[in-house]
């Protein structure tokens, strides 16, 4: 796909289509936490027994939820309905490296108290910091 005369979203579209698929991952986690309640205490007897496979898991959700989609095709299900498609930087379908980085990124940018997505207001390109750093970018796609 060409990217240079693609239309960069903004802030809202972007945040609306992270709306919607936070609605998914939670689904999931949900599912991975009534799992594991079952598999570690079946009868509910209240016994500890380590959560480090479920803290491990949700993480790796997150990674693999978003890797996949946008691995495969660009888009998340929220993507999709925003009409969001991500991009490397070039055009090129993303990498699982570039995944991996910008799901990353993406958490460090909301840490930094949104900072890094309120970066879209100022930057030339309108790109925010996890664009940068994972050299990928979201395009507008045209309706069908």
């Known amino acids: 796909m060409q990217i240079d005369n693609a239309v960069t979203p903004g802030l809202m579209r972007r945040l609306a289509a992270i709306f919607y698929d936070s609605w998914l991952v939670a689904g999931i ?12 205490d079946p ?23 978003f890797g996949w989609f946008w691995t495969h095709g660009g888009q998340t299900l929220g993507m999709r309905a925003w009409r969001l498609r991500l991009l490397g930087d070039d055009g090129a379908p993303v990498s699982w490296r570039q995944a991996v ?33 994972s050299r990928t ?3 507008m796609v045209e309706k069908r």
């Open 43 to 65: 009868e509910g007897l209240g016994w500890e027994i380590s959560h480090l496979p479920l803290q491990l898991f949700i993480p790796a959700v997150l990674f693999g939820f």
């Open 101 to 133: 980085v910008r799901t990353a990124a993406a958490h460090l940018s909301l840490l930094a108290v949104g900072l890094g997505y309120l970066w879209v207001w100022i930057d030339r390109d309108r790109l925010a910091w996890h664009d940068r750093l």
């Open 29 to 40: 986690w949900l599912l991975a936490v009534i799992v594991d309640t079952f598999v570690r």
């Open 137 to 139: 970018r979201l395009v």
